[in-house]
């Protein structure tokens, strides 16, 4: 098992050991979509889907990913399509320069999966959370310099809204 | 970052197939030591890699004890705990530490053995005698807002950052170790860490093939739990001060408590002291008061950190009263609740 399958496409490991996920994305498969802004974990901009949980791909050595299935951006849309959540991303108007962009996609999207599972926040143990709260904790992994926080939280609660009805 | 070599490990006897244990280091979620090795704060020549290890992801359960695997994520546990109302704070804890994309990453030993956010442990340019034995301490009059102030020495003033660890040294965790030779033990988590003096740089009493194969937890009745972190965010940031409360009232008399600090000890905290004075007493805000001042009189700051002691203070005393309030109320009340 010494592959990886990202975005439905199979690749072998790189050689050595110290490659990040992101930099083999970037440097060995033109893969720009996930982006860098801190490389320490920090921002979120690398966000990508690992088996279909969130991470930083920046802190990940991807010769520990044998075996497993990333989805970047890249691999959101189908065919013509864009995912809903980009959708609402363009509809909303929820990015300004652009750069959180797919890590703020990327996390929505898992974001959902997330509620599905009912998988609880820290706000989960305030009998009064509201809604929009536990969104802003749950997205808290992705900042924006840009300061499109609120849009951004628009579009993702009303992907995660759709699919609660 | 410096090049390894790597040993992957499938199974916790194969510790004892690994040549040497001479700078090397166990690699789990790699959050914290990816960061620190692209730092090159940490320089293994070898890394001992932990993903392969698929017994380590379970946790298991018994009717007085929970075991979580070394390889359980800060999510999976998380998600375990707040449907236990016996370690709920457990829960409350983690779920307040990092970001849902490090939490997915992050696992329980790893969570652990997390070391300290100190910047100057980060500079590689600054003394630093965790970093560098012998170098000195330049956060000791440089900028040390966030460092402790419980525990540490003229030599190391480091805070420890886990949230996890302060929850787990208030509920009496246990960690399970095994080393290269197959010896197994059992340390309670209030003895893992090892306080400062002037060996800063070693933080456990773990040695170097020493794996962390487990932590468990029992499954007692705690009353009504609360983790209460201070910090300056509301999400994505460490504590400034936290608590780790769990109290049982019965009939206006603290029957029990277990209490522990994060973000001003050295390693994270357990209020021994403050346990000891409250135990068996009448719950009065006049009380959790001198509880604190009990606690925090070999409290000592740097400077930039002075506030933590007031604050730490004013946290503890809303917290007990927080408990004990909702103990007097729902007597028998098992589990975390949220304070403002
Ligand atoms: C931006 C950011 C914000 C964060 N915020 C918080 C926060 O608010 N609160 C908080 O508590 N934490 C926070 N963290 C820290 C995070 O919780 C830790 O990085 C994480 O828990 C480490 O787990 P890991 O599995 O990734 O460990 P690794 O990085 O893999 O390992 C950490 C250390 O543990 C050792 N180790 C790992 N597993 C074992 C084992 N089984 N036996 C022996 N040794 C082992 C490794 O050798 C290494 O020294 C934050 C981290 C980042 C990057
Ligand atoms: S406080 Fe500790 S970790 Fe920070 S610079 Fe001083 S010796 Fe290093
Ligand atoms: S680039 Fe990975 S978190 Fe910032
Ligand atoms: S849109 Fe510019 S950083 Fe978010």
Redesign the pocket.
Known sequence: MSSITINGQTHGLPQDPRTTLLDFMHQHLQLFGAKKGCD???CGACTVLVDGERMNACLLLTFQLAGKSIVTIEGLASDDELHPLQQAFIDNDAFQCGFCTSGQICSGVALKSELEKNRPSTLWFDPDYTKTEDVKERLSGNLCRCGAYPHIIDAVSICTDEQEA | MKPFSVFSLQDKQDLSKVASFEHS???????????LMKHQIEEPDQIVD?SGWQEAHQISESDHKVTIG?LVT?TELADFAYRQPTLSLLSQALLA??TVQ?RN???T???L??RTRCYYFYDTTKACNKREPGSGCAALDGFNRIHAVLGTSEHCIASH????ATAMTALDATVHTMNAAGEVRHIPVRELYTLPGDTPHIETQLGADE??TAVSINKTARGTQIYQKVRDRSS???ALVSVACAMHVKDGIIENINLAFGGVGSRPWHAKSAEDYLRGKSATEALFSQAADVELSAAKGSGGNDFKIPMLKRTLVHVLGQAASHQQQHPDHEGAIHVR
């Open positions: 320490h974990g920090q | 280091r166990f690699l789990a979620g790699g959050t914290n030591l990816v960061d932990l070394a800060n530490g990092a490090l990453r992050a696992t030993g790893g969570n053995l997390q950052p886990s949230d996890m794996l962390i994505y940031a460490f």
